[in-house]
């Protein structure tokens, strides 16, 4: 019999508690069709009180796709698809700090990701997210026909190649990293994207991935990929998810935005992130 799933938004922008499951457990069609909906609707879903092994967060994740094996940041050993997010007490947070669409600068960018917390900071490293249909929606129509022509240069480089990350190719912190060609790779996508599930349209830009218009210089690119930044990650567009040990979320990258916050220095984080597949943005 299925459950009666109940589905809390958040906020009035985006995000919605989805209680009533276990989804670590088999899921009929129906119920997983539910929580499709919810994800459809509300671009970021979340879940308390989840046990879940690693093999059942692939299984959950698998269930929207087929899941990636991140060409860079190295996964666990035995489940190379999920990557542990381990921000030790004692240090700052250093993976997904900044605004960002996760892993943008693919040809096939991340269809979503589900972040399971184990270990969580009593107070502080909530996770940000925006809704980018919000954000198209409120630009003027002058703006949205001037965007909708643009496409972008998305690249993993400065990101991965900034001074912290030297050690983690060296091995020598939580997080590591291996060297790929991917790094120095660019790829173009629409400023505009338009969600292949839902038809809406939602802006494709991001502080961490996006490095200049095409056909445009970075100084010409800067002004207005600035303005972008600025009002995309309104705090009208957010929500701020606050994490207990065992909570899940599940967000769509083609829509939404997210940030970690780094404000949990003296205490140890412990997650586990999950990636899924996407399309080629149009
Ligand atoms: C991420 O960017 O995937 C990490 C989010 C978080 O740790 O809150």
């Known amino acids: 019999m299925d459950r009666r799933i109940v589905v809390s938004p958040l906020t009035g922008s985006l995000g919605a508690v989805v209680s009533g499951i276990d989804i670590g457990k088999d899921l009929s069609n129906a119920e997983f069709d539910q929580i499709h909906q919810a994800f459809n609707d509300h671009g970021a879903i979340f879940f308390r009180d989840q046990e879940l092994t690693h093999q059942e967060q692939i299984d959950f994740a698998r269930r929207f796709g087929e899941l990636e094996v991140h060409p860079i940041v190295n996964g666990m050993e035995d489940y190379p698809e999920i990557i542990k997010v381990l921000k030790p007490a004692g240090e700052s947070a250093s993976f997904g700090t900044g605004w960002h669409s996760d892993n943008s600068f693919f040809e096939k960018p991340s269809l979503g990701s589900v972040l399971y917390g184990v270990t969580i900071p009593p107070h502080g490293g909530d996770t940000l997210f925006a809704n980018q249909y919000m954000a198209y929606d409120a630009l003027s129509e002058g703006m949205k026909a001037l965007l909708d022509g643009l496409v972008a240069v998305h690249s993993a480089g400065p990101a991965y190649t900034s001074e912290t ?104 984080r412990v997650m586990y992130r999950t990636t899924i597949m996407g399309d080629r943005p149009v």
């Open 165 to 268: 990350a030297k050690e983690k190719y060296e091995g020598k912190t939580p997080i590591t990293y291996r060297w790929s060609d991917t790094v120095n790779e660019e790829t173009e996508h629409p400023v505009v994207r338009t969600h292949p599930e839902t038809g809406r349209k939602a802006l494709y830009v991001n502080q961490m991935f996006t490095q200049r218009f095409k056909d445009m210089t970075v100084a010409e690119s800067q002004p207005l990929l600035q303005y972008l930044y600025a009002h995309c990650t309104k705090p009208d567009f957010c929500c701020r998810f606050r994490w207990e040990p065992k909570s899940v979320a599940l967000w769509d990258n083609r829509c939404v935005q997210h940030y970690a916050i780094d404000d949990y220095r003296s205490y140890e």
